[in-house]
């Protein structure tokens, strides 16, 4: 992944292309999930964190199997490495709470590592 420099990454689509990036090379989400892009197709608790995250300099995404949705909050990273780009990621359950946060350092030599 070629790293730029970081006020190239603040733009919302910049931060879901690197979301993207993140978490098909990170295995997060299962496979054959139909992503959701309409805060209106969310179970209403997450519809309503949706808005207040859209007010917020992060983005959210949604995937659905049919049955679960699985919902997260990414934003850029407060550690910023050598110039390299993280992710702070937020799962939420679909009553809107929060399960695990992660953050994640984009590497040269790696990908996608997490940050401890």
């Given at each position: 992944m070629a790293t730029e420099s970081l006020r190239d990454l603040d733009p919302p689509e910049r931060i879901s292309e690197l979301l993207e990036s993140l978490l098909a090379s990170r295995c997060?989400?299962?496979?054959?999930?139909?992503?959701?892009?309409?805060?209106?197709?969310?179970?209403?608790?997450?519809?309503?964190?949706?808005?207040?995250?859209?007010?917020?300099?992060?983005?959210?995404?949604?995937?659905?199997?049919?049955?679960?949705?699985?919902?997260?909050?990414?934003?850029?990273?407060?550690?910023?490495?050598?110039?390299?780009?993280?992710?702070?990621?937020i799962e939420y359950d679909e009553a809107g709470n929060v399960v695990r946060v992660l953050t994640f350092v984009a590497t040269f030599a790696y990908g996608w590592q997490r940050n401890t």
């Open positions: 997060i989400l299962p496979p054959g999930l139909t992503a959701l892009a309409s805060a209106r197709a969310l179970p209403e608790p997450l519809c309503l964190l949706s808005c207040a995250i859209e007010r917020r300099e992060s983005i959210w995404r949604a995937w659905t199997d049919g049955i679960r949705v699985w919902f997260f909050e990414a934003l850029l990273g407060h550690a910023r490495h050598h110039g390299q780009p993280s992710i702070e990621l």
